[in-house]
């Protein structure tokens, strides 16, 4: 594999370098040009180098830094994309971007998450697994709680909101530089570097109904100076504290109730997880009997009951949240110094603790949990044992969540500039995560299971009453309460070490621009260590969260990876028609301990034929190691719901997914292309373009070829086709599904096509003011996912699942934003703001969907068969109003020599006097200096989010990864500078 990869790199150095020896030399020479800046290039800085020169950044995608953009399409999200929305979490920016969407974020199962407080990333519409998320261009550690314990991902709402500077967008696969993860792009977080002076930020919001009261505050501050021991030292601190009130399901209409009135999109059927009275029990000879709404005692009576029934799953949202109580705080302390021109040492520190505070209604017990409601129990009136397929227990009191995370990553390293700008880095870095999770109110099963016998200790003979409507708030087992719960404790880390070594510069100057070449060494090792308490490490809590001996593990990763840039036409060697070819090739060979190794390769092209147009091409490959947990991981339990099609009845069973050691990496094959215009981008006066200065448009076309996925069989394709996955589904004595088998296997692949497009065009200021407009777009058009799924003769086959516009697969298939802001400069340097932003997420179709058919309906459990349920589209407006006081205007006339006049005339016998500055120096006016107060409004329309009956999380009522509950929204915020 290693010859593999270098044979492979040499050849196409030799070819780039044989096609530059046969390139023209006749071309008129041009002078080099500063780049466009459309809207999906790569960001040039503020800051310049000796000369005037723009001053090089390591733009995402390359190991070598460079000016302006490139062959690599980079997206670039600026502060100012982030204030003119008002957002103050990284995942509510992230979200704005029409390329991505939240795969897990703090609304997700709010009150009941399998990975709590926590927000997740993906591009195109793919796992967060497929999105690589980076801090500076170095990895970061993964949060310690991953998603069903094996999904691991990092936490975006770990890195403070105050210290981020930009963030960089790779909208192609970057495995070929990055390793691992990089399949659908890379999101880089880029924090503030070199800062001189002081801000203070402080941030107010609330909903119209007075809830999601958000306070955030930040202070960042810098010095960039030559201290008295020489050299140049640099030093940027920066802290962020954020607090957030929760919203309760009974504030939003659309999150309780029975939805299949609400709406006609969903006629009967189930929406909620159990049901919501006294509960739902099946007997031996496949009977089930629903406890009819209202009963409550301990005369119960067969006549309190409904045979062979539908469950009743009427969710009435006692205790349950759409967002939780959250609080987090942090900051970084990036530092650098150069004793030399030649030697920069820097360290960049970045530490965080995040905090959540959350409730949801008593998971009670289910056929899952091995419960059995004996014939002997006085509260039975069937005479026989009864086996319970869910039932809430709301008189112990809610599930009480709290999670503390605390997150460290530091990088410690130092720069030797070279000649020729050659340049050597090598760095240390060290990061670590570390949760803590406590859920209280737990009930524990075997004394459960006692207290329904009758054989309790200290309560033998005195037997627990399961069947009462919770929904009533009575108490009748109140004597068992404190005998029964427990805590469930979970304490996880994750830590990541990492060496890295990597050089590279010009190896020949040509006329069309450098040839550069670098590479690095890596040596990488992540574990992630996790821990339980005794009663959910042995399965003896009734539905628990984070049952099972978890895991604990690490695996080892060495890797070298290289890079060729060659422009083969551009500077002295272009003219009109071919201005600019530039060519990057790029891989990267990864050796894990754990599965194996993985060399991919990329290659990007650009090409100008104009100064205006630019086009982009690239070529990339790509995988996705197997998780530590999806590996290793010990059996784990979950609580779903599955249609049975041998009872005719849906309930709630026991579902067991374990790792599975044979894995493979997931593989992909990218492919993506892209046109830019930019019309008058060199300012020429003589230009017939001239008139579209500012104007910039773009349309890009992607495709993903994601191979090998690593995944479970579903609950219901199992269940659906008994004889091709015999041993998955386990029966009770009557018939029952007790519990469902689902280790972790590659499945299948997944097709996905789509295309990017967007405009901007921002004016010059005129006496009237200047107007800036921008528009985003995504939209995926194919979504073809090839699994092994159930048909209705009971056996499985593999089939092309399509699945673009579906909620919880590929996500909505167009998500749009356009934003168009007013500015204009008053009393000289003051500046006034205001603008409206337009938010729109098309429409998708629910989990209860035949995915245009192509899904069997026997895996759909629909009602009827073969009904797709839609969930609607989205649209909000957003308005805000910023007013900035520029700093005070002075006018200082030049102070006259010493023995002269103003007018320059000798002055004999009298001392020459300075005059005084024209204008205030003092006052309102320099106290206000460089202060900008910020007053908006988001979801105008207070709009509320289409109603989902499944919408992805714990039947909250709408999609909880495309839309928030939040409603009209008001907020102000005040930004100071020193």
């Not at 422009?567 to 990864?590: A, H, M, Q, T």
Request: hydrophobic share 35%.
């Amino acid at each position: 594999m290693k010859t593999k990869f270098s044979n492979r790199f040499l050849a196409a150095f030799a070819m780039a370098s044989a096609a530059l020896m046969l390139a023209p030399t006749g071309a008129r020479s041009q002078q080099t040009q500063a780049p466009a800046a459309p809207v999906t290039t790569a960001p040039t800085t503020d800051a310049t180098a000796g000369g005037g020169e723009l001053e090089k950044v390591t733009v995402t995608g390359y190991i070598i830094p460079r000016i302006g953009d490139g062959p690599q399409p980079v997206e670039t999200l600026t502060k100012d994309f982030i204030e003119r929305q008002g957002d103050q979490t990284l995942n509510d920016v992230l979200n704005r971007y029409p390329g991505g969407l939240s795969v897990q974020n703090a609304l997700t199962f709010a009150g009941n998450s399998n990975s709590p407080a926590s927000s997740s990333y993906g591009l195109r519409g793919l796992p967060a697994s497929a999105t690589l998320v980076l801090i500076d261009g170095y990895r970061f550690p993964n949060y310690p709680i991953p998603i069903n314990s094996v999904e691991t991902f990092v936490d975006i709402n770990a890195i403070p909101l105050a210290a981020t500077e930009r963030i960089e967008i790779l909208k192609d696969g970057g495995s070929a530089t990055y390793g691992s993860d990089a399949v659908a792009g890379v999101v880089n977080i880029v924090t503030k570097d070199e800062y001189n002076g002081a801000d203070i930020t402080n941030y107010y919001g609330i909903s119209q109904r007075g809830d999601f009261e958000v306070y955030h505050g930040s202070f960042t501050a810098g010095l960039s100076d030559k201290p008295l021991f020489g050299g140049k030292f640099s030093i940027v601190t920066a802290f962020d504290y954020y607090s957030q009130s929760p919203i309760e399901s009974l504030d939003r209409s659309y999150a309780f109730g029975d939805r299949s009135k609400t709406s006609p999109n969903y006629p009967d059927q189930p929406v909620a997880f159990f049901p919501a009275n006294g509960g739902y029990v099946g007997n031996t000879s496949g009977n089930f009997y629903q406890l009819n709404r209202g009963v409550t005692g301990s005369n119960i009576t067969q006549a309190d009951f409904t045979v062979n029934g539908a469950a009743d799953n009427t969710f009435i949202p006692i205790d349950e949240q759409l967002a939780a109580r959250e609080t987090r705080y942090g900051g970084i302390v990036n530092a650098s110094y150069s004793p030399t021109d030649w030697l920069k040492i820097y360290d960049r520190f970045i530490i965080t603790r995040n905090e959540e505070n959350s409730v949801t209604p008593n998971q009670g017990f289910s056929a899952g949990d091995g419960i059995v409601i004996p014939a002997a129990n006085p509260f039975n009136p069937w005479g026989e044992d009864l086996t319970p397929t869910g039932q809430l227990l709301r008189e112990f009191g809610p599930w009480s969540s709290d999670v503390i995370t605390r997150t460290l990553r530091n990088i410690v390293g130092g720069t030797l500039q070279l000649p020729h700008d050659w340049f050597v880095d090598g760095s240390f870095l060290y990061g670590e995560s570390d949760s803590t999770q406590t859920v209280s109110n737990a009930i524990q099963t075997d004394r459960l299971q006692a207290a329904l016998s009758g054989t309790l200790p200290g309560f033998v003979g005195q037997f627990f009453n399961p069947f009462n409507d919770e929904n009533l708030n009575v108490h009748p087992n109140q004597r068992f309460y404190d005998a029964l719960r427990t805590q469930q404790i979970q304490n996880n880390r994750t830590d990541i070490v990492q060496w890295t070594i990597k050089a590279g510069g010009t190896v020949w100057e040509l006329p069309s621009g450098p040839i550069t070449i670098a590479g690095g060494l890596e040596y990488r090792s992540e574990s992630l260590i996790q821990g339980n308490d005794k009663n959910s490490e042995f399965f003896n809590i009734t539905s628990a969260d984070f049952a099972g001996p978890l895991l604990s593990a690490r695996r080892y990763i060495k890797s070298i990876y290289g890079e060729l840039d060659v422009p083969l036409v551009g500077n002295k060697w272009s003219w009109p028609g071919l201005r600019n070819i530039d060519i990057v090739f790029s891989e990267r060979l990864d050796d894990y301990s754990d599965f194996g190794s993985a060399a991919k390769p990329k290659l990007a092209i650009r090409y100008k034929p104009f100064d205006d147009l630019t086009f982009r091409g690239t070529y990339s490959e790509g995988f996705i190691a197997p998780t530590l947990g999806q590996l290793f991981g010990s059996p784990l339990q979950f609580q779903t719901t599955i249609t049975d099609p041998q009872l005719g009845q849906t309930y709630n069973v026991l579902l067991t997914n374990g790792g599975n050691r044979n894995l493979q990496p997931e593989n992909s094959y990218g492919y993506y292309l892209e046109a830019i215009w930019t019309p008058d981008s060199k300012d020429d006066p003589n230009s017939f373009w001239k008139w579209a200065k500012g104007f910039s448009a773009y349309v890009d076309w992607y495709q993903i070829d994601l191979r090998n996925q690593i995944s479970t069989i579903d609950a219901q394709t199992l269940v659906g086709a008994p004889n091709a996955f015999p041993g998955t589904v386990i029966r009770n004595g009557g018939g029952f599904i007790q519990e469902i088998i689902a280790n972790y296997l590659n499945v299948g692949n997944t097709l996905t096509d789509g295309i990017d497009f967007g405009a901007s065009y921002i004016t010059k200021e005129f006496d009237w003011g200047k107007l800036d407009f921008e528009l985003n777009a995504s939209y995926i058009y194919k979504f073809d996912q090839h699994r092994l799924e159930g048909n209705a003769d009971g056996t499985a086959s593999f089939q092309v699942l399509q699945a673009d516009d579906n909620l919880g697969r590929s996500g909505p298939d167009l998500k749009l934003v356009a934003s168009l802001f007013y500015s204009k400069h008053f009393f000289g340097n003051d500046n006034f703001r205001t603008g409206l932003t337009l938010n729109f997420i098309d429409s998708e179709t629910d989990f209860i969907s035949d995915l245009r058919g192509s899904l069997p309906a026997v895996d759909t459990g629909q009602s009827p068969p073969g009904y797709t349920h839609k969930v609607g589209d989205w649209t909000t407006l957003d308005w805000q109003i910023s007013y900035e006081f520029g700093p005070p205007t002075e006018v200082t006339p030049e102070t006259p020599a010493p023995g002269y006049s103003k007018d320059g005339k000798p002055i004999v016998g009298e001392k020459a006097i300075a005059p005084k500055p024209e204008g205030n120096s003092w006052g309102w006016r320099k106290f206000l200096a460089n202060t900008t107060l910020t007053f908006g409004i988001n979801n105008l329309g207070d709009t509320r989010p289409p109603l989902s009956v499944q919408g992805g999380s714990f039947f909250q009522g709408y999609d909880t990864q495309a839309a928030t509950p939040i409603g009209r929204y008001f907020y102000v915020q005040l930004d100071k500078k020193f």
